[in-house]
């Protein structure tokens, strides 16, 4: 075995993933990142959320208030395309797909 490998494995041995061994406080900030990463899945986000209230951590309250941010969004955007429609520098094609956003929305 090369001189490489006898370190790279007492590397790993020396960082042991077993969970008595972990930072309580890393492992929460790293749940916390893995919450706001626009990446991960809702599931895991879920999950993850449910580990924070198991430690004790409580959650990000953007996370807990998802529903109402979604509604808002929702709102903003249907907004936006009705501003879409009265605003004279917009072309007739990007009113027409305003209209067609807002009839599929239920809005006109």
Request: glycine share 4%.
């Amino acid at each position: 075995m090369s001189t490489a490998q006898t370190r790279s494995r007492s590397r790993s041995r020396s960082r042991s993933t077993s969970p008595e061994n972990k930072d309580p406080s890393r492992v929460a900030g790293g749940l916390k990142a893995a919450i706001h990463n626009p990446r991960v899945k809702p599931e895991t986000k879920q999950r993850d959320m449910e580990r924070l209230q198991q430690m004790g951590e409580q959650p990000p309250q953007e996370m807990v208030n998802a529903e109402s941010n979604e509604e808002m969004a929702t709102a903003n955007m249907v907004r936006g395309y009705k501003a879409t429609l009265k605003n004279p520098r917009v072309s007739d094609e990007a009113k027409r797909h305003a209209e067609q956003v807002l009839r599929e929305h239920g809005e006109l």
